[in-house]
């Protein structure tokens, strides 16, 4: 994307009061960046990856469809697996303080070390901004980015939009195939579905 | 099952943590369930009744007894907590609708839940479509012919639903009812009778017939067209698929004459072009018809242009919170 366009773009988040869909993200289309500060204290920018593959993931970790992937060990294994292979894995946490799912970042450190977790990190984004920026409604919501910088994939975790534990053996990863079949050079044959899971709770202002 | 019997064992699943924590909400659920079941009681509803997360359950059925050969229908009567709700079956941005097993003797076989017209519920964002308060879903059972008379016969369901307010709770209950299997011709339980003549007064049904509906793929929104004679002040749409409208969306109704036209925004992650749009629309005075349009692409019409023409944005929402 020019930078001209995205300068653009980022008057028109400021200047607009009427809903974002416009610039959220969408299959297809290039990533928006964004710079987010995690809960190890880093800052990371998406553009910065350029290159690599990226999957967000939105978490909140009340939510009992997050609670069925996590206690079941079935996130920590695919960002074990796909970290592994160079992909960057961003955790995003966009609910707002005194919401479920907020945390501060110590003690998001307490949780990712409590539940064997592996992103690459975990970004903080309490005033949903990331959020809204890829109009994410459910965690978990899942989004795969190329090294292109395109979103090749956008939605649920698998096809599975329950919160039985049982769920998970025999489900469908979309986030799996949608790596699997890029890295081999093929279309991502489910590019889009509607994500499950919890609504994102985002502050009450914005919006 | 008699009402004193249903008063005494009304906390037959599990309560979530966070409910056991706050003893004032839980004893004010409790007197909630009391005075629901009081209610019941005095109206004379039968059934086997079970708590859920933030409210009850009751499977109530419309008749006495089973004939075989005959069609009847049982009930799911959902009772929630104020600001509570549970999810339609195409449940918007967020959520999952209830799910239910059967366990039913050889011979009855359950038909699919007759769902009554949700409500917009959620924030400005995220919209997700639903029921507050209190719903009845009404599920049809076949009786074979070949069914033998029997003194009991034991209608069993596993339910699973999720229930949220702000944040979610899954629930996972069983219920059963018995009844006896007669091959006197059906006859209906007066108990039941008013809660099944509601709850099928807010079924959508078919639109009549000379009511004519066009769907047209504008690019980025649908427009739905209707040459309805009476005046429409309100119109609101819910798609049975998922991912085809942007829920979240406001639906621009511009009154015509005769007729509406309401503008659909398309959801983002519909990638493909679909043949048709099916779903319930509600109308002026909580009037719901269902309709299954077929989608037509005349030319790349300009959706939500101004114009002088009065624009009306969709305002049977829940609450926004």
Same mark, same amino acid.
Request: glycine letters at 8%; proline letters at 9%.
């Given at each position: 994307m020019k930078r001209s366009t995205l300068h653009a773009m980022l008057v028109a988040v400021v200047i607009c009061t009427a809903p974002l869909l416009v610039l959220a993200a969408r299959v297809g289309q290039v990533a928006p960046d964004f710079t987010a500060t995690a809960s190890n204290g880093k800052t990371f920018r998406l553009n910065d990856y350029r290159g690599k593959y990226l999957v967000l993931e939105w978490h909140n970790n009340g939510c009992p469809y997050v609670g069925k992937h996590y206690r079941s060990g079935n996130m920590q294994r695919l960002q074990k697996e796909w970290t592994g292979r160079s992909v960057v894995w961003f955790t995003i946490i966009s609910s707002a303080p005194g919401k479920q799912g907020y945390v501060t970042a110590s003690e998001e450190? /307490?949780? !990712? $070390? %409590?539940?064997? +977790? @592996?992103? $690459? @990190? @975990? !970004?903080?984004?309490? $005033?949903?901004?990331?959020?809204? !920026?890829?109009? +994410? %409604?459910?965690?978990?919501?899942?989004?795969v980015i190329n090294p292109q910088g395109i979103v090749i994939y956008d939605g649920a975790i698998d096809d599975r939009p329950t919160t039985d534990l049982s769920d998970i053996a025999g489900a469908t990863n979309y986030v799996n195939l949608a790596l699997e079949q890029a890295m081999d050079g093929k279309q991502v044959q489910t590019p889009a579905t509607r994500p499950y899971g919890c609504s994102v709770k985002y502050p009450d202002s914005t919006h | 099952m008699t009402c004193a019997v249903r008063l005494k064992g009304p906390k037959k699943s599990q309560p979530n943590k966070k409910m056991r924590a706050n003893d004032s909400s839980r004893r004010l659920s409790t007197a909630l369930t009391f005075g629901v079941a009081l209610v019941l009681c005095a109206a004379g509803a039968q059934g086997a009744e079970t708590s859920i997360p933030h409210g009850t359950l009751e499977l109530v059925a419309e008749n006495q007894w089973v004939t075989p050969g005959h069609e009847f229908s049982l009930g799911l009567h959902f009772q929630l907590e104020k600001g509570w709700h549970?999810?339609?079956?195409?449940?918007?941005?967020?959520? /999952?609708p209830p799910r239910v097993t059967w366990q039913l003797p050889p011979g009855l076989s359950p038909g699919v839940i007759e769902w009554p017209a949700p409500r917009r519920l959620g924030t400005s964002s995220i919209v997700d479509f639903g029921y507050e308060d209190a719903v009845t879903l009404i599920v049809p059972v076949n009786a074979d012919s070949s069914l033998a008379a029997q003194p009991l016969a034991r209608l069993g369901a596993e339910i699973k639903v999720l229930i949220c307010r702000e944040m979610c709770i899954p629930g996972k209950t069983e219920l059963s009812l018995t009844l006896p299997v007669k091959s006197r011709p059906p006859a209906a339980d007066p108990r039941t009778r008013d809660l099944f003549a509601a709850t099928r007064k807010e079924l959508p049904r078919p639109a009549p017939q000379d009511w004519k509906f066009t769907v047209n793929d504008a690019g980025d929104s649908f427009v739905l067209a209707a040459n309805v004679t009476p005046q429409i002040t309100q119109a609101i749409f819910f798609p049975l698929a998922e991912a085809q409208i942007d829920n979240s969306a406001p639906q621009i109704l511009r009154p015509l004459a005769p007729g509406f036209r309401l503008t659909l925004r398309k959801s983002d992650r519909l990638l493909k072009p679909i043949e048709r749009l099916k779903g319930v629309l509600v109308l002026s005075g909580n009037h719901a018809y269902l309709i299954d349009v077929p989608v037509t692409k005349r030319g790349a019409q300009r959706s939500n242009s101004g114009s002088g023409i009065q624009e009306i944005q969709s305002s049977r929402e829940g609450p926004v919170k």
């Open positions: 450190n /307490e949780y !990712l $070390t %409590k539940m064997h +977790a @592996a992103p $690459t @990190a @975990a !970004l903080l984004d309490p $005033t949903g901004e990331i959020g809204h !920026l890829y109009d +994410a %409604k459910t965690s978990p919501q899942m989004v | 549970i999810y339609w079956v195409n449940p918007g941005d967020s959520g /999952e």
